[in-house]
């Protein structure tokens, strides 16, 4: 598809805990999903709706066309999009999630991005940054290269900056693994911790989320559009 339509169309963002909250508004039949929300949209607009599972952190986009919208008494509108048939796949993959929640783990190479980021990492307090460069990228956590790396199960910072949004983003993670290549650099596996209730936290996810999205809208590992 032309990415100039990508372009023209409106993301609506909705929040589920879980992904079994999906399934309760979903007609498997039908392909439809219903939702409520203040938004007005227009009979057959195309439009992309954009899902945030909290309990996991993660994102997924479906590309819909609104089949129909009913107007409640509370200025709310009850919508009902039928996603693409095209997009089965993701359905597929979410409803393993469901059955599965340990999915998100064994399927982390489906939601990890391939990116070239320049980064620093520190231990827990932060007072020495050893540079590093970020080789792929996801809510759940980052694949790091580097002349240095840290120990298994240590925790640490990880800061970079988004190149969509000229903005910094400091999370804190656990390194998983750690692997010494022969040119002598390490590859480190860092699962960002999301437990923390900072308010800082929970703008760099944000950060994050907005990266994706302009990432698998324009296909750039930079996230920028042409």
């Excluded at 945030?52 to 952190?57: E, V």
């Excluded at 400091?170 to 040119?183: I, P």
Aim: hydrophobic share 35%.
């Amino acid at each position: 598809m032309n990415m100039d339509v990508y372009d023209s169309m409106r993301i609506h963002f909705i929040i589920k805990e879980t992904v079994e909250d999906f399934f309760t508004s979903y007609d498997p039949e039908k392909m439809e999903y219903t939702f409520n929300t203040r938004a007005v949209f227009n009979q057959d607009e195309e439009c992309i709706l954009e899902f945030f599972f909290n309990s996991y952190a993660e994102i997924e986009h479906f590309r819909v066309k609104i089949v129909k919208m009913t107007r409640l008494n509370n200025n709310t509108n009850t919508i009902v999009a039928q996603i693409q048939s095209k997009q089965k796949q993701k359905i597929n993959f979410l409803k393993k999630l469901s059955s599965d929640p340990n999915e998100w783990i064994s399927q982390r190479t489906h939601r990890r991005h391939p990116v070239q980021i320049n980064a620093s990492w520190s231990l827990e307090k932060p007072s020495l940054w050893h540079p590093c460069e970020i080789k792929d990228l996801g809510l759940g956590g980052a694949q790091i290269t580097g002349s240095t790396s840290p120990p298994i199960n240590s925790q640490l910072f990880v800061r970079f900056l988004l190149p969509n949004l000229q903005s910094s983003v400091k999370l804190k993670g656990e390194v998983v693994w750690n692997q010494r290549e022969n040119s002598g650099n390490s590859r480190v596996g860092v699962r960002f911790l999301r437990n923390n209730p900072k308010q800082n936290t929970k703008k760099a996810f944000k950060k994050l989320r907005q990266f994706f999205r302009d990432y698998r809208i324009h296909g750039k590992i930079d996230g920028k559009p042409e």
